[in-house]
């Protein structure tokens, strides 16, 4: 189902615009995901942790990096991330290359719908994967509604303006070029995504839930039963995270994954519900692992 742009009838306006000239590093070690993120894994990252240690020589595979809090937090020194969606794609390219973003970062509705019009011209020229696309991208994801990252079937990005009374804008994303070395940013489907055997694959697939459309490609359940077989087939140690429905369950326990059940902070919800949802952990090759 296509998506159809939210309209905001009082949108707020900035009261203070914080720009740094560096992103913010948590204990002095790698730098914080630099995208908002819906649905972001922050909070799973010590849950996963203790998983990946015994592996962590090995490659981190992950086939939706999505906002990166994963793969920032484990801090692999090898890593293939690939994504459905180029322009995220695109963006973690160009910050390993040493982006510098020079247009106009301001929290103002007008400017922000400006620069939308602007990046889906972008798009549709072919220059998606510009530096200024690059940045467009970030700005939009950052000044957005909620963080959502939201394309129609045409192919462009229609999240409207957020309601944010502050915003914190990085011109220079020089301290990712040190933690991204090593890693490699690919866009595509899951499965066409190259690794070895024994590589540590983490996935995080699009929610098991009615939205989907995350990229202008729609990930439905035929997809999900797609991904968990593909996963199921790998040799070396998985990690899988998705909304615990009671299908994803029955559909990880029938392929022999383990299952654990957690909490999770509840980050969007259409009704204003903001109370813990509940999330599976799936793991499978764990204590046994080819490699």
Same mark, same amino acid.
């Given at each position: ?22 992103? +913010?590093?948590? !204990? ?13 894994? =922050?909070?799973?990252? +010590? ?29 692999? $020194? =090898? ?17 390993? @290359? ?42 939009? !994801? ?10 129609? @079937? ?5 999240? +409207?303006?957020?309601?944010?009374? =502050? ?29 070895? +055997? ?48 009671? @299908? ?26 903001? $109370? ?16």
């Amino acid at each position: 189902m296509s998506a159809t742009t939210i309209a905001l009838a009082t949108p707020r306006r900035s009261i203070a615009v914080s720009r740094t000239g560096a992103p +913010p590093h948590e !204990n002095g070690a790698t730098p914080r995901p630099p995208l908002k993120w819906a649905g972001g894994k =922050r909070w799973l990252v +010590p849950h996963v942790a203790p998983l990946w240690r015994k592996f962590d020589a090995r490659t981190l595979v992950e086939p939706f990096c999505g906002g990166l809090a994963v793969a920032l937090g484990l801090a692999p $020194a =090898r890593a293939r991330l690939g994504d459905i969606n180029p322009h995220v794609v695109s963006f973690y390219r160009w910050l390993k @290359r040493g982006l510098k973003v020079e247009l106009a970062m301001r929290n103002d509705q007008a400017l922000f719908y400006r620069h939308r019009e602007r990046f889906n011209c972008l798009v549709a020229a072919g220059a998606g994967d510009s530096a200024e696309a690059a940045g467009l991208f970030y700005y939009l !994801n950052r000044t957005g509604y909620n963080g959502l990252c939201r394309f129609n @079937r045409k192919g462009e990005f229609n999240v +409207p303006f957020g309601r944010y009374h =502050r915003i914190n804008y990085t011109t220079d994303f020089s301290a990712y070029e040190a933690a991204f070395k090593g890693w490699d940013f690919l866009a595509g489907d899951f499965e066409a995504l190259e690794f070895e +055997p024994g590589d540590f694959i983490y996935a995080d697939p699009p929610y098991d839930v009615e939205f989907t459309q995350y990229s202008k490609e729609q990930f439905g359940w035929k997809e999900q039963v797609r991904l968990a077989e593909f996963l199921a087939r790998h040799r070396g140690p998985v990690v899988l995270s998705n909304q615990a429905t009671a @299908r994803i369950l029955r559909l990880y326990r029938k392929l022999g994954f383990s299952i654990r059940c957690l909490s999770a902070p509840r980050m969007i919800s259409c009704t204003g519900n903001r $109370a813990p949802a509940i999330e599976v952990l799936a793991t499978n090759n764990i204590r046994r692992s080819s490699g």
